[in-house]
T-cell receptor
Framework: KQEVTQIPAALSVPEGENLVLNCSFTDSAIYNLQWFRQDPGKGLTSLLLIQSSQREQTSGRLNASLDKSSGRSTLYIAASQPGDSATYLCAVPGTGFQKLVFGTGTRLLVSP | SQTIHQWPATLVQPVGSPLSLECTVEGTSNPNLYWYRQAAGRGLQLLFYSVGIGQISSEVPQNLSASRPQDRQFILSSKKLLLSDSGFYLC?????????FGPGTRLTVT
């Protein structure tokens, strides 16, 4: 059974810092990994989808890496801004048809 | 472009009352549809998914049910709500490997 863990559970940084969020999964036989952002009381916004054949995926100040063999992914946020404050979730496909297994998220607070 | 709608946005219901949450998707056809629940302090839990009209798979035994009366409509229901049904309910759709989420419904059972 696939399990996803995210560390740290919460992170507080001053504006401008570069930061790394971690995601680990127990079953390395995945075909993709997805990073989401969730603002308080809102739905999830897809940030990046990284395929199993890829090592990295970039979107603006965000960079996601994937190391299938070690069961890890990282989300790198460059030059953090207060608007980046949110909960970040990673998810991988579980058993069955396109079902996702989510981590419990990292709550990020970027202070001005 | 595709959009996904959920309503109501918030709902306060007494224990034992019925529930109906609706989700609709625009701009695509034959999507896979999903219902998730996010309880306070816990992760996202997949409740139901559907690959077509009338095809529903349940992930977790509970007093909730789901139906898909139309291609792009997904409904979550209960005959009698429990306190433990409180949470944030999210609908999602996919056609490939990426899932897209709706704005969610905040349900409080009192």
């Amino acid at each position: 059974k696939q399990e996803v863990t995210q560390i740290p559970a919460a992170l507080s940084v001053p504006e401008g810092e570069n930061l790394v969020l971690n995601c680990s999964f127990t079953d390395s036989a995945i075909y993709n990994l997805q990073w989401f952002r969730q603002d308080p009381g809102k739905g999830l916004t897809s940030l990046l989808l990284i395929q199993s054949s890829q090592r990295e995926q970039t979107s603006g100040r965000l960079n996601a890496s994937l190391d299938k063999s070690s069961g890890r992914s990282t989300l790198y946020i460059a030059a953090s801004q207060p608007g980046d404050s949110a909960t970040y979730l990673c998810a991988v496909p579980g058993t069955g048809f396109q079902k996702l297994v989510f981590g419990t998220g990292t709550r990020l607070l970027v202070s001005p | 472009s595709q959009t996904i709608h959920q309503w109501p946005a918030t709902l306060v219901q007494p224990v034992g009352s019925p529930l109906s949450l609706e989700c609709t998707v625009e701009g695509t056809s034959n999507p896979n549809l999903y219902w998730y629940r996010q309880a306070a302090g816990r992760g996202l839990q997949l409740l139901f998914y559907s690959v077509g009209i009338g095809q529903i798979s349940s992930e977790v035994p509970q007093n909730l049910s789901a139906s898909r009366p139309q291609d792009r409509q997904f409904i979550l229901s209960s005959k009698k709500l429990l306190l433990s049904d409180s949470g944030f309910y999210l609908c999602a759709w996919s056609r490939g490997t990426e899932q897209y989420f709706g704005p969610g419904t905040r349900l409080t059972v009192t």
